[in-house]
């Protein structure tokens, strides 16, 4: 198992063109070790194709994509797993998330009332903690992304 680094210095020569000097982010996408191995299954199958993450989550990170990024997906333990490219970024009301949107989902959420059943659940006491409460309004950075490269023990 390769670390993010190691990983992404054995991409840079992959890529065309060569993107050593771009740089790319580390993420780890799903809130628990089930789901997070869960949905890198999804992304490396070609199942899901892009992600959904509260703005102010990404912002308070330091994360927040633009189109063209490379981002390396992670496991559990912090190797690298993946590496994906950032195709497309919308700000999508949580309210108007639908199958436009949903079509990137993994199979098991590309239904609008699954969706938010599942992100409500999530989101929810995140927005509370930042002192608010979660509205139907709340935005939603829709984050369509590209699959490059697989690290070689996870395929």
């Known amino acids: 198992m390769e670390s993010p680094e190691e990983f992404w210095q054995r991409c840079c020569d992959a890529l065309d063109p060569p993107a050593g000097e771009r740089g790319y982010t580390v993420r780890q996408i799903g809130y628990t070790p089930e789901m997070v191995d869960l949905i890198l299954g999804l992304i490396i199958a070609g ?3 892009g992600t959904f ?15 063209g990024d490379y981002i390396i997906l992670t496991r559990n333990d912090g190797t690298a797993a993946c590496l994906v490219v950032v195709d497309a970024c919308d700000v999508v009301p949580f309210d108007r998330i639908g199958p436009p949107e949903l079509e990137i989902e993994g199979p098991g959420a590309r239904d609008p009332a699954v969706w938010r059943e599942i992100h409500e659940r999530w989101w929810k006491p995140i927005v509370e903690g ?4 979660f509205s139907p309004s709340e935005p939603v950075l829709v984050q369509r992304f590209r699959l490059l490269k697989v690290a070689a023990d996870a395929d």
């Open 53 to 67: 993450s509260l703005p102010e989550a990404l912002e308070r990170a330091g994360t927040a994509p633009i189109e």
């Open 130 to 133: 930042w002192g608010r409460t």
């Open 47 to 49: 199942q899901k194709r």
